[in-house]
């Protein structure tokens, strides 16, 4: 069974930065999806970055495209969200998630992905 632990969220000022991680275990690892997913109060869930890790392919929504940085260390089963110039909108509960496979796609939503971490609040003050 899969689990992933998130750790690094806080709260920040406007213009700060955070970085986010994720440990990844009982899985296999090195090909899997991983997403960061965030939601926000009254809102659905969204993906703000997905990495694969049979190939190099990231995707990154829109919204924190020039701003936030996915990256892995496969060694120690673990990946980044490296986030800055956090604005208040960026404030969330963000989750990491996987989905073991041979491919990413920036059409996956929340539904698509198997394993969940218990998710870690971000909170930008303007």
Known sequence: QGQLVESGGGSVQAGGSLRLSCVSSGYRYSRACMGWFRQAPGKEREWVALIYFGGVTTYYHDTVKGRF??????????????????????????????????????????????????????????
């Open 69 to 126: 940085t996915v990256s892995q260390d496969n060694n120690k089963k673990t990946v980044y969200l490296q986030m800055n110039n956090l604005n208040s909108d960026d404030t969330a509960l963000y989750y990491c998630a996987a989905k073991p496979g041979w491919y990413c796609s920036n059409s996956y939503s929340a539904r698509d992905f198997d394993y969940w971490g218990q998710g870690t609040q971000v909170t930008v003050s303007s």
